[in-house]
């Protein structure tokens, strides 16, 4: 029986029991494998880290209203309600013809839901206050995710604008939205089908009637209310009194009252047909008039799955509605695409170049092959880490596994070639690795410790840069420790025969 010295270097000699017990560790990596590789396939693909904006902003119009009088009668009210929120950093105003918008910037890591509801709530405290005139304030928080990742040309050339324009909001949009991770759908130019009325003066005239009697029956017939309760067979049931229009002859045939006891139909002071509304905007494509979609995803929604689900509802789309179809005009998912091919080109080069490296060194291999089986155990496990703290593979968390390629393989190369020293020595392989890994243990740690400690603090970085540089630094935390883990205890030799010693022949 050989009996090893005792190393005062090597601690709790971690990897001296890894050697001892090697099925245990064979089980435990394994398993932080297959975690790693499912976790993977879970990861969304986005092109920057989910970053909040702490700001909300409220947005008034009034129709035909001068800035001068938006900014008295509106705007500083508004200021004066949202100035006495906590938490508020900075509140800038906008003031247009018509409109008036106010951004309250808010303190990093205040709760947006949460002040988005107080923003409200002041408003509608000062809502009696502001002009009767103004339409309905609009409270909504300032999201980066609400920008669109792609857009689509609509042609569809026996259709007309009109019913293009209502294919897109009534079967194109409710398609897209049923899809997952797409928020929600705009159209871009076209027209919205209208019911148009026009009076004829002569016959208003003649039947005494006036513009806005008309506009107030059209007002009150158009109204779907409810009735009350009743009781039938029994039971309680609700009634609703449906007064509302659902065809352009229910239209045509309403009746209105003149004032004197007699009753006109809508037909007999006015035209009414099917039109389209005033256009206020457009689309063109290579110089033709096109209607355009654009497709927002929700904001844990990977930018590349949500795509090809859009991609391949509308080729079901396209076969569906063969007069129809889709030219993708914008994406910005492409950019991500591009992003995550190239990191896994430059993960995989790292790799092999890092191997070759150590082939170069130690022309071993046999240490060549443990190094960079080392690289992917260390690399596959991060993934699993990372989805348990909510992050995506992104343009940070990508960043941080290209750099950290060449530190994961520096602890195995370090106890790796402890050990081949002693085994050139003369020592037997066994016993080598049994004193090489645990006499350089303590360095291995004290290395991987100064890595995390750089690291680290970057993650809990104050401010917008903070948010960005939260997945970077724990990343690179995460994916070190790993490399620390593997080195301990997967890349130290394991000799067939432990006693034999073919020197002597014992």
């Known amino acids: 029986m050989t009996h090893l010295p005792h190393d005062p270097h090597g601690g709790m000699r971690i990897s001296a029991w890894a050697i001892r017990n090697p099925i245990p560790v064979a089980v435990l990596f394994i398993g932080l494998v297959l975690a790693g590789m499912i976790a993977y396939g879970g990861l969304a693909v986005k092109n920057f880290p989910d970053v909040t904006f702490p700001a909300v902003s409220v947005t008034i119009t009034q129709n035909g209203a001068a800035p001068g009088e938006i900014e008295t009668q509106i705007t500083r009210q508004v200021e004066d309600a949202v100035a006495s929120i906590p938490a ?17 910037e808010l303190e ?3 709760d947006l839901q949460k002040k988005t509801d107080e923003v409200q ?30 857009t689509f040309a609509v042609s569809a050339p026996s259709m007309s604008d009109v019913e293009l324009s209502w294919f897109i909001d009534d079967t194109l949009a409710r398609a897209l939205q049923a899809e997952k991770g797409v928020a929600q759908t705009r159209r871009v130019g076209g027209v919205s089908r209208e019911i148009n009325v026009v009076l004829d003066p002569d016959r208003l005239a003649s039947r005494g009637l006036t513009a806005s009697q008309v506009n107030s029956a059209l007002r009150s017939a158009d ?33 209105i009252p003149t004032g004197t006891g007699s009753y006109v139909k809508l037909t007999d002071v006015a035209e009414v047909g099917d039109g389209s509304g005033e256009i206020r905007g457009f689309a063109r494509l290579n110089g033709r008039p096109v209607v355009g979609i654009q497709v927002m995803k929700i904001r844990a929604a990977s930018d590349i799955q949500t795509e090809d689900a859009v991609l391949a509802r509308l080729a079901k789309l396209e076969q569906q509605y063969p007069g129809v179809k889709f030219t993708r005009i914008f994406t910005s998912v492409q950019e991500t695409r591009d992003s995550f091919r190239a990191t896994q080109h430059v993960l995989l080069e790292g790799m092999l170049l890092a191997a070759f490296v150590v082939w170069l060194f130690l022309r071993d291999w046999r240490a060549t092959m443990v190094t960079a089986f080392a690289m992917p155990v260390s690399l596959i496990p991060t993934f699993f880490i990372i989805n348990m703290f909510g992050f995506s593979l992104n343009v940070v968390t990508l960043l941080a596994l290209t750099l950290v390629i060449g530190i994961l393989v520096d602890d195995a190369i370090v106890e790796i070639e402890n050990i081949e020293k002693r085994v050139k020595a003369g020592m037997r392989p066994y016993e080598a690795a049994m004193q090489g890994a645990d006499a350089i243990g303590l ?5 991987t410790a100064a890595i995390i400690v750089v690291f680290a603090p970057v993650s809990f970085m104050k401010g917008m840069v903070g948010q960005f540089f939260r997945e970077f630094g724990l990343t ?31």
């Open 223 to 255: 109204l779907d209310l409810p009735g009350g309760r009743v009781q039938v067979g029994g039971r309680e049931q609700t009634v609703r009194v449906l007064g509302a229009a659902t065809t352009l002859a229910q239209l045509r045939e309403l009746t």
């Open 108 to 110: 990093i890591g205040e």
């Open 88 to 104: 508020v950093r900075n509140i800038q105003s906008t003031v247009t013809q018509g409109v008036s918008t106010t951004t309250i």
């Open 476 to 506: 690179v935390c995460v994916a070190v420790a790993f490399s620390l883990v593997v080195a301990r205890l997967l890349t130290t030799p394991r000799p067939a025969s432990r006693c034999r010693d073919t020197t002597s022949g014992r």
């Open 443 to 447: 360095a291995v740690v004290a290395t």
């Open 121 to 150: 709530t002041r408003i509608d405290q000062i809502r009696p206050n502001l002009p009767r005139e103004i339409d309905e304030p609009l409270v909504q928080r300032v999201d980066f995710d609400s920008m669109p990742i792609t």
